[in-house]
């Protein structure tokens, strides 16, 4: 099953927040412990901006991780929206692409398969398969049909006179449901939240509960204070 490929999230781009500027406006300065020019600083700082409480008076909520913690216990979310991470992701199927367009505030580009040559496309093997050989090899059989369906749609329409773009969008209806695709996606700190609330869990599909796992472990890195409510480990029950 060589041409079975793994997902992967790439961080290409993150909100950046100017400490300086915010402590001459406010006289506010940043928890050392947190990424002082980041978006969890950028958070704090429009909280503590409707009651202009600059001052840190409760020790309980004077780090950032405090002070988020109780922004979160509250569901007080919409502070987190003002910062927001971009991820290229590869090695995920069209199916997943269909479950995670039904998160509205994401915003999505992803290759075209009317313009982008589809012949030597990658599948994805759902997780149900990895250790499964007989439907892997199913799957192969699969992989190989739609390819050899592909190039002849192709390539008949092209020779009939149509032209690359025309005969490859006829061409992707033969293309399966793991079908690799490759996006660039972005969303606000909130809209990840209510991702993940949704996505790393037990009863979620499999593929993109593996792929909220990914987004989940590149956040925490990011913005550990913001998503340090969610547990190691899928949540949940199966039902």
Wanted: charged content about 25%.
């Amino acid at each position: 099953m060589t041409n079975f490929v793994e997902p992967a999230v790439h961080l290409l781009a993150w909100t950046r927040f100017d400490a300086a500027k915010a402590f001459n406006l406010t006289g506010w300065t940043v928890d050392d412990d947190t990424d002082p020019t980041g978006g969890q600083a950028l958070a704090e700082f429009a909280g503590r901006s409707c009651f202009q409480s600059w001052k840190k008076p409760r020790p309980e909520t004077s780090t950032n991780a405090g002070y988020l913690a109780n922004i979160l216990r509250q569901n007080h979310e919409s502070v987190v929206e003002h910062a927001t991470a971009t991820f290229y992701v590869t090695g995920v199927s069209r199916s997943l692409l269909t479950e995670l367009t039904r998160h509205r505030h994401l915003s999505l580009s992803v290759v075209s398969q009317r313009y982008v040559d589809e012949s030597d496309a990658r599948m994805v093997r759902p997780p149900a398969a990895d250790s499964n050989a007989l439907i892997g090899g199913l799957l192969d059989d699969v992989d190989s049909a739609a390819n050899i369906a592909y190039v002849g749609i192709v390539t008949r329409l092209t020779e009939q006179g149509m032209n690359r773009k025309q005969a490859r969008e006829a061409a992707r209806a033969v293309l399966p449901n793991m079908t690799e695709t490759r996006f660039v996606v972005t969303g606000n700190l909130r809209a990840w939240r209510d991702v993940l609330r949704r996505r790393w869990h037990v009863a979620a599909d499999a593929e993109i509960r593996r792929f909220a796992g990914l987004i989940l472990a590149e956040l925490r890195e990011l913005a550990p204070n913001v998503f340090q409510d969610f547990p190691a480990e899928p949540f949940g029950t199966g039902e």
